[in-house]
């Protein structure tokens, strides 16, 4: 068994919107009928013109749901092939699907490499293909560490684009550890930051994850 992501070059509404409103878009679910693709998805956007905008394009129908933090979409709109292609190859499609900077990402697991290049093939008619990658499912302890990744996204799509970076930072050089390899000077040097607002971009990163996990 195989594990695979694909990222395709779009235009569909849900790219465009995401582009438009420079905020990655989530589908958390999708069922394919025919030639349309019934969708939940959210975005941190709020700008609903935006939103509508790029739905266009594509979508028979749709309604957005605005909360304080984020927006949800429901919809019924175009497919192109994806689904069709990730099930006629033997394969199983894993959410969250996500669209941004005119890009849709989708994870998969097949059963074994004469399948990935059966999927591609059928990808490749109507779509291109602009990046792949996949490695092999030895066991449950790997399979059950892909579900952990694919699935963060959700968890830290709230983080601005310097939260990220100062928590991948901290986590990877050792901030975390115990005893720390990596303190608060190390990490200021590093992004050219004072302490205090390193420690400030360091707890708001926390609270949104905590949030995400265990809040209400």
């Known amino acids: 068994m195989y594990f695979l992501s694909i990222s395709i070059k779009s235009d569909c509404g849900l790219s465009r919107a ?4 420079e905020k990655k878009i989530i589908t958390l679910n999708l069922i394919n009928k025919l030639n349309l693709n019934n969708i939940v998805a959210f975005t ?23 909360g304080k933090k984020s927006s949800f979409i429901f919809g019924v709109k175009d497919s192109h092939g994806i689904i069709p292609s990730i099930l006629d190859s033997s394969s199983i499609p894993l959410f969250p699907f996500y669209a941004e900077n005119g890009n849709e990402t989708f994870q ?4 074994d490499k004469d399948s990935i290049d059966i999927l591609i093939s059928y990808i490749e008619k109507t779509n291109k293909i602009e990046t792949t990658s996949y ?14 990744k694919i699935n963060r996204i959700a968890y830290i799509s709230n983080l601005t684009d310097m939260e990220m970076k100062i928590v991948r930072r901290a986590l990877n050089e050792g901030f975390y550890s115990w005893p720390r390899s990596f303190d608060l000077m190390a990490i ?29």
């Not at 995401?18 to 409103?21: E, H, I, L, N, P």
């Not at 200021?188 to 209400?216: D, W």
């Open 44 to 66: 941190l956007s709020q700008d609903i013109q935006t939103l509508k905008d790029g739905l266009l394009t594509d979508f028979k129908k749709y309604n957005i749901l605005k």
């Open 108 to 111: 998969l697991l097949t059963p």
């Open 188 to 216: 200021s040097n590093s992004f050219n930051l004072t302490k205090p607002t390193v420690l400030y971009h360091l707890r708001n990163a926390e609270r949104k994850i905590m949030e995400s996990l265990f809040g209400q």
């Open 18 to 21: 995401a582009q438009s409103s």
């Open 135 to 148: 490695e092999r499912i030895l066991d449950g302890d790997s399979l059950h560490t892909i579900f952990r």
